[in-house]
Nanobody, 125 residues
Framework: QVQLVESGGGLVQAGGSLRLSCAASGRTSSIYAMGMGWFRQPPGKEREFVAAISGSGLITYYRDSVKGRFTISRDNAKNTVYLQMNSLKPDDTAVYYC????????????????WGQGTQVTVSL
């Protein structure tokens, strides 16, 4: 089992920045081999893909609306994945979830084997 704990959410004005962190614990010896990702669930909407990163960190994917503004990265020595969010917009308001997948990049909710509890990000005008 792998446990994921997100942190770093909060309230920010449009144009501002936040960095989310996702700390993994449990069977962390397998973290290096796991694809990691971030999803979000806006108010009243379904959970959607935001970004994903391969175990080595060499391969990344982003949803179109965050390309050029968000950056996903990972530090396997710290068992931590990050999401740097710049130029935030009100449409980015959502609960952000960290996800981990054994053997694939989690680009769909069905790809993910483990989930964190979520962290709220609110972007005001």
């Amino acid at each position: 089992q792998v446990q994921l704990v997100e942190s770093g959410g909060g309230l920010v004005q449009a144009g501002g920045s936040l960095r989310l962190s996702c700390a993994a614990s449990g069977r962390t010896s397998s973290i290096y081999a796991m694809g990691m990702g971030w999803f979000r669930q806006p108010p009243g909407k379904e959970r959607e893909f935001v970004a994903a990163i391969s175990g080595s960190g060499l391969i990344t994917y982003y949803r179109d609306s965050v390309k050029g503004r968000f950056t996903i990265s990972r530090d396997n020595a710290k068992n931590t994945v990050y999401l740097q969010m710049n130029s935030l917009k009100p449409d980015d308001t959502a609960v952000y979830y960290c996800a981990a997948s054994s053997g694939r990049l989690p680009r769909r909710t069905s790809d993910s084997d483990y989930w964190g509890q979520g962290t709220q990000v609110t972007v005001s005008l």
